[in-house]
């Protein structure tokens, strides 16, 4: 790492006034991270900075060990869980510290149960949260949106992961390499572990082939970074794409994980919001499948929200066109789907066609991607053969959403009792209208319950995102509700305590496209939720917002 690098970071910290993250990252262990956090701290403690050692593993390695000398080190919590005492970071003490930067090793580290936070990055993100600065290590195979990608590459399943969107999010990315040859003789030379784990280590996952592999999916990920910083964020959402990506999941559905984090890394490269598509067919009513069943399907949904997808439930008893309407609705681009069993010869005689053939034929230009849930790779990239897609010009979109532009003390709604759904709807939708001056609430309203009718959207992780497109509408429209008992008649494995109700001109789907990515943004910020759960007026909500739009506006472009 050079100086430059070191000062710009000291640079941004002195500057900021909220928390910074920056990340090493490394291909494997042994490559460096944690020496090169440590030389950082050491320069910030010598450039003014209150540096502090928030948890640091040293492996045994005595030259970390002996680089944490002359640093602060904050005591370690101590637990027990079956039998065996487990040090943690002790987050409350680094928090009562508030130092100016706290070095925190291992960022995927999933904390012992009974923690305050389940994973270490959520521990970093409160640390963010109280303005402490943030200097931390992760290897590359920790990603999610990878698990797959490094399961068939190397045979090695990662057990500790965290979302794509804590890197992304991340101040800075310090790409920290090494050669696989000089990895390989640090390690015989008992500089990444005690001497009796050498051999094996050499002999299974340490092997060329698979350092080799891990360095190219490291440098792959960087350079998409990179690539993802660079562009101009206000362009983005000016020039917003209506070739969105969706991935189709199932209840029964093999590996819909493989699914959804292939659609994640699409999504990515493409540089679209992306949608999770749960058909929901009359055989698939919760009230029909078995209790594991729903379990799966509830595991994979809230991973869909992790990766950053906003997730939907449709109904239909034909799953081909209702993938077809919600792609239309939602200006998809591109298809992802696994391949579906293969159809008996009699089905076929029948003139049965499965799911894949009769979108393939129906799509009218969308790309259908069919995905072996079982290699993880595609075995057909499809567009619908001579059917473009017809295109109209839509209405100019505004240059930029902002929620503190669409939320006005009059346009929030705050329940400290237990509250119906239909009462929130109707509360939210009377909101929404206020300015409109109509007299039309009836026939919104109506809209709303009609789309939610097809597929509720009351069940994403306590936050709900119900929509509608209305005729002759000016503007978007967006009402906040929270209900700080939850909604009574909503089944949901967290109780909705968020519901941000969008409308906007029927004429202009960009715009319901732009009102959806901005409200599903806000709801992955875990510190805008915490203010917005805590809320009690409507003033705290908008300063909230405030906040969390002027942290993402001092967010670096690269």
Not at 23 to 28: E, S
Request: some cysteine.
């Amino acid at each position: 790492m050079t100086d430059d690098k070191a000062y710009s970071f000291l640079r941004m910290i002195r500057r900021s006034q909220r928390g910074r993250l920056k990340v090493y990252l490394g291909y494997c262990a042994g490559v460096g991270k944690t020496y090169q956090m440590l030389q950082e701290g050491h320069r910030l403690k010598e450039d003014g900075i209150d540096a502090v050692v928030g948890f640091v593993e040293t492996h045994g390695r005595a030259e970390t060990a002996q680089l944490i000398e002359g640093l602060e080190v904050i005591p370690r919590s101590k637990r027990e869980y079956r039998g065996v005492l487990i040090e943690e970071m002790d987050l409350d003490a680094v928090l009562a510290r508030k130092p100016g930067v706290a070095l925190v090793d291992e960022l995927a580290h999933t904390n012992v149960p009974g923690s305050r936070n389940e994973k270490r990055y959520e521990d970093v993100q409160d640390l963010l949260d109280a303005g402490i600065h943030v200097i931390t290590t992760l290897n590359i195979q920790h990603l999610e949106s990878l698990y797959n990608t490094v399961e068939s590459a190397l045979g090695v399943r990662v057990r500790e992961r965290l979302p794509d969107s804590v890197l992304a999010e991340a101040d800075q990315i310090v790409n920290v390499d090494l050669t696989t040859e000089d990895l390989r003789r640090r390690l015989e030379e008992g500089k990444v572990y005690p001497a009796d784990r050498v051999q094996a280590a050499l002999a299974n996952f340490f092997v060329r082939s698979n350092l080799e592999q891990l360095r190219e999916i490291a440098l792959r990920e960087l350079a998409a970074q990179i690539d993802l910083r660079r562009r101009e964020p206000v362009e983005d959402e000016i020039t917003l794409s209506p070739d969105q990506v969706m991935v189709c999941l199932s209840s029964r559905g093999p590996n819909s994980e493989m699914l959804l984090r292939y659609a994640s890394r699409l999504a990515g490269r493409l540089n679209r919001n992306w949608y999770a598509l749960y058909v929901q067919t009359p055989s698939e009513a919760p009230v029909a499948i078995d209790a594991q069943t729903q379990r799966e399907l509830s595991g994979t949904l809230t991973l869909a929200k992790q990766l950053g997808a906003m997730v939907f439930t449709y109904k239909g008893e034909d799953v081909a066109e209702t993938i077809l309407r919600f792609a239309r609705e939602y200006r998809a681009g591109h298809i992802v789907i696994g391949r579906p069993a293969p159809l008996t010869r009699w089905q076929r005689f029948m003139g049965k066609r499965d799911v894949v053939e009769r979108l393939i034929e129906k799509a009218e230009g969308i790309t259908v991607v069919v995905l072996d849930t079982h290699t993880g790779q595609p075995v057909a990239e499809e567009h619908s053969p001579d059917r473009p897609r017809p295109r109209t010009a839509a209405p100019a979109v505004p240059s930029m959403l902002l929620l503190s532009s669409l939320v006005s003390p009059e346009r929030i709604r705050i329940w400290d009792e237990p509250v119906l759904k239909e009462e929130v709807l109707n509360s939210l939708a009377k909101a929404a209208l206020a300015d409109d001056g109509r007299g039309r609430l009836a026939e919104v309203s109506r809209k709303i319950r009609e789309r939610e009718e097809q597929g509720s959207t009351f069940f994403n992780e306590g936050v709900a995102f119900p929509h509608a497109r209305v005729e002759n509408l000016e503007g978007p429209q967006l009402a906040l509700g929270l209900t700080h008992h939850g909604i009574v008649d909503v089944s949901a494995d967290k109780p909705i305590g968020i519901v941000f109700l969008l409308l906007s001109p029927a004429g202009s789907p960009n715009v319901q496209l732009q009102m959806l990515a901005l409200a599903s943004k806000a709801a992955q910020n875990r510190h805008l939720l915490q203010r917005l759960k805590a809320a009690r007026t409507p003033a705290q909500v908008i300063d909230a917002i405030r906040e969390w739009e002027s942290q993402a506006q001092e967010m670096p472009a690269g």
